[in-house]
Nanobody, 113 residues
């Protein structure tokens, strides 16, 4: 069974940047459209950005122009570059296939001064 491991989160001041990375226990990325999700306290998990197998990307309006999703199928990784971070970006971030596979533990992102 595939397992996702997210990393790169932390505490950052508003306006700062973080780069999240996602690795999988199996070489599966080249078979799936992938996404980064987030879940803030008391809120439902939401899809923030996704990238198709061919590399097409989509973002929710609140992160457009600030976040960039990318993938490296050879290295079996998916990344999320987050710039100009805002307090409302605070959440646990997860990666997963859009078709839905077991969730990893996520990585905490906290944006605060």
């Amino acid at each position: 069974q595939v397992q996702f491991v997210e990393s790169g989160g932390g505490l950052v001041q508003p306006g700062g940047s973080l780069r999240l990375s996602c690795a999988a226990s199996k070489s599966i990325f080249r078979f799936y459209d992938m996404g980064w999700y987030r879940q803030a306290p008391g809120k439902q998990r939401e899809l923030v950005a996704d990238i198709t197998i061919s590399g097409n990307t989509n973002y929710i309006d609140s992160v457009k122009g600030r976040f960039t999703i990318s993938r490296d199928n050879a290295k079996n990784t998916v990344s999320l570059q987050m710039n100009s971070l805002k307090p409302e970006d605070t959440a646990v971030y997860y990666c997963n296939a859009l078709s839905g596979l077991p969730w990893g533990r996520g990585t905490q992102v906290t944006v605060s001064s």
